[in-house]
């Protein structure tokens, strides 16, 4: 049975120096030996907020699937991917999902790549007055379900959430896509505090791309199903 690789992406250092946060993913390094007629089951199944299939290491050919729906571009998914690729395999200068070829470059600890907005789901971002209004949100806006909220924490820095329902995610702990859209909506530099320690940074690039990224954790490796051998 092929290995599932549970990973956390965006992680925060603890004051031990252990990984904080994160949002967790899957990734199937062997991705071609499940159908792609059950990926969508297999990703539900599992219940992360997403689930990669690496259908060619080589190239960067890689399939996203949240547990409603698959997805041509997400962040975390592939932040993850280029990390444990080049942890596993070999490193890639390129991901190939289905929006795009994707830049992608690795540490040892922490990972990039670069989107344009357009890729991304369309998120709506909106401005609250302070860190405390977005903590005390309950959900999601009335009448939203693919929204983020945000507010200035400092001059580089903001608290954000996100709302991510009609992908089949109440809300996501730590969301690439939508920092790819932050980004590009406030054409600067920042970092974002996401969820309840995840920490995304984001830098718009030359040619409307959005490069963003951080520390990524590998939790464990597993048999899928759970239970076999």
Do not use: K
């Amino acid at each position: 049975m092929p290995g599932l690789h549970v990973l956390r992406v965006f992680t925060a250092e603890g004051a031990a120096g252990e990984a904080s946060g994160g949002n967790r993913l899957g990734v199937f390094l062997d991705g071609s030996s499940i159908s792609p007629s059950e990926r969508q089951s297999v990703a539900a199944s599992i219940g992360f907020s997403e689930t990669v299939f690496v259908d060619d290491a080589a190239r960067g050919e890689v399939r996203i699937f949240t547990p409603a729906v698959e997805l041509p571009f997400a962040g975390h998914p592939l932040v993850g991917s280029a990390w444990l690729l080049a942890r596993e395999l070999t490193a890639v200068a390129f991901l190939r999902p289905p929006a795009g070829e994707v830049p992608a470059r690795a540490e040892v600890e922490s990972a990039w790549i670069a989107g344009r907005p357009e890729w991304a789901p369309p998120f709506e971002w909106i401005e609250l007055a302070s860190p405390r209004e977005v903590d005390a949100l309950a959900g999601a806006p009335e009448g939203h379900d693919l929204i983020g909220a945000y507010a200035w924490a400092g001059e580089d820095s903001v608290r954000a959430r996100v709302f991510p329902a009609r992908l089949g995610i109440e809300e996501d702990e730590a969301t690439g896509a939508a920092a790819v859209r932050l980004g590009a909506l406030l054409g600067r530099p920042l970092t974002i505090h996401q969820g309840r320690g995840s920490v995304i940074e984001v830098c718009p690039r030359e040619g409307g791309l959005v490069e963003i990224g951080g520390r990524v954790t590998l939790d464990e490796v597993r048999p899928y199903p759970a239970g076999t051998t």
